[in-house]
């Protein structure tokens, strides 16, 4: 079955990075594109940062220049690398794989920006 498993999530002071990793299991992983979507406590799920199969990357505005997105075809993971990271980022972090109709998702990994 698909899987799709988040890693690297924690606690970091405004200012800070982190790097989120996801492991894809069960897809052909380098036909899907990828995404990371998130959730802070009260408000819907948005759409952070996406990637294309072909490696095109997308990103919201209130991340734009601060996220980077990447992906691995050779390892079956995307990353999303985040810089300057504020409070308002605090949230759950899902993984996301995307093809035609199917969109699977990971479990998520909380990211907590505080001082």
């Known amino acids: 079955q698909v899987q799709l498993v988040e890693s690297g999530g924690g606690l970091v002071q405004p200012g800070g990075s982190l790097r989120l990793s996801c492991e894809a299991s069960?897809?052909?992983?380098?036909?899907?594109?990828m995404g990371w979507h998130r959730q802070a406590p009260g408000k819907q799920r948005e759409l952070a940062a996406t990637i294309t199969s072909g490696g095109s990357t997308n990103y919201a505005d209130s991340v734009k220049g601060r996220f980077t997105i990447s992906r691995d075809n050779t390892k079956n993971m995307v990353y999303l690398q985040m810089n300057s990271l504020k409070p308002e980022d605090t949230a759950v972090y899902y993984c996301t794989a995307g093809r035609q109709f199917n969109t699977y998702w990971g479990q998520g990994t909380q990211v907590t920006v505080s001082s």
């Open positions: 069960g897809i052909i992983f380098s036909i899907y594109a």
